[in-house]
């Protein structure tokens, strides 16, 4: 009887969980009494024949016994194709071909021929080796560059189960991969500009001021009025990442599957626009079996657009209530409880009715009253208190459409943008996330400004959660005016950013 014990991880949230895989032999019986135990899933059962395969083509050979595996901690469930390496390099050291790997961290998917797949959520588990103190971890060669930026540990990236055999009894040999710098920076040089936007100058102020306090969006306005235009020129105005930003940003793509190979580090702020078709568990996150993040969270850090804004089925959409308002969404089940970081800027595009051209002076509206009512009805009150700034974008006219660029640059759009940024980070956080008992101090108005306030809440009818927002949204106005304090004016332009809805709803 032999025992040997690697190392490995699974993927828990946008976290990892160390993972010990016990691998036991005895010369008694055969192969065919084989098993594995510690709560796998279909895929971690299926791996026995790809590892079988595996190392006989590999020129290894697979023993005549019986092969116990055990998982372990075994209250944790273990998912994915990534325990093929860790458990044909337990049986390969129970054989003898290679030696103690307690200061190393396996994962990887085989093939029948030896050659070792990709897998998801690298980082995630290069972040748990240096928490638990394993100061090597192998993977595929295509994760490698993702991991390397880890600091503290070194990563070997490699293609084939015999390399990893011979980096073991040979690691001299072998050098640790090195981060290239891939998107250390981000090359604005494609980035759509604001300046290719004629017209449209109070949307485009809405838009810097929901950047500056990263605050939500919705616009309403006829078709080919420049709503989508809009949208996907404002990430070109955002700060880049930091790095605990990107560090985030890169682990929850990297476990989605979505980080583009050979890519390190994730540097331009995400950018997701998921078509109204889209279901629950794809915006929100869930799935079969482990939870996997969604749209919401894989727009972390960046900026979630959802055009056609009433085209979403209404239960959709009100499971965004909570992770706008929260930064983060929590999917249970039955077995589990996990929470996905959802700190993103949403924004959201309509028309203002089915046909999209009510109120556009130069075409009529089709729709009658009920139609138009029923149109506004898909989306909620509660939803619409949870965005901050509700703007307008109508039609150009021909003279500003033929006319000359637009004023401003996304260049210097981002400038002033940085710079209230800088004033809020000093306090600790963006506007749009300033605790309720910090408005009030933040956020004091002078007599000109309670009287503004006082007549805006009494004759919109706005909720609490409203009052907080426009006093929010004001605090931003005024830290781009770099103000100390926030006046009279900067709550006036608050106040028109929340009026729009009353407008269509009420």
Sequence with gaps: MSLFKTQSATIYGIDA???????????SGSPRDSRMVGMPDTAVRESRERIKSAMINSGFGYPNKTVTINLAPANV???????DVPVAM??????????GLDRHLLAGELSLDGAIRPIRGALSMAVCARTAGIPNVILPAENAVEAAVVEGISVYGVRHLAEIVALLNRPEEFRPVVPNGNGSHVDLSNVPDFRDVRGQTMAKRALEVAAAGSHNVLMIGPPGSGKTMLAKRFAGILPPLTFEEAIETTKIHSI????PPGCGLLHERPFRAPHHSISDAGLIGGGMGMPRPGEVSL?????????EFPEFPRDVLELLRQPIEDGSVTIARANMTLTFPSSTIFIAAMNPC????LGDAGRECRCTP?????YLNKISGPLLDRIDIHVEVPAVPFKELRGEAGASSSAEMRARVEQARRVQQARGYYNARMPARMVRKLCALDDGGERTLEMAVRRMGFSARAHDRILKVARTIADLDEAANVSAKHLAEAVQYRSLDRNYWS
């Design 17 to 27: 969980r160390l993972i010990d895989v016990e691998v036991d032999m005895y010369a």
């Design 77 to 83: 469930r273990k998912e994915g194709a990534g325990f």
């Design 90 to 99: 337990g049986i390969l050291g129970a054989m003898g071909v290679v030696k």
């Design 256 to 259: 989605a599957g979505t980080l």
């Design 299 to 307: 727009a972390h850090n960046g900026v979630l657009f959802l055009d």
């Design 354 to 357: 089915r046909c999209g051209f």
């Design 370 to 374: 009920g139609q138009i009512q029923q």
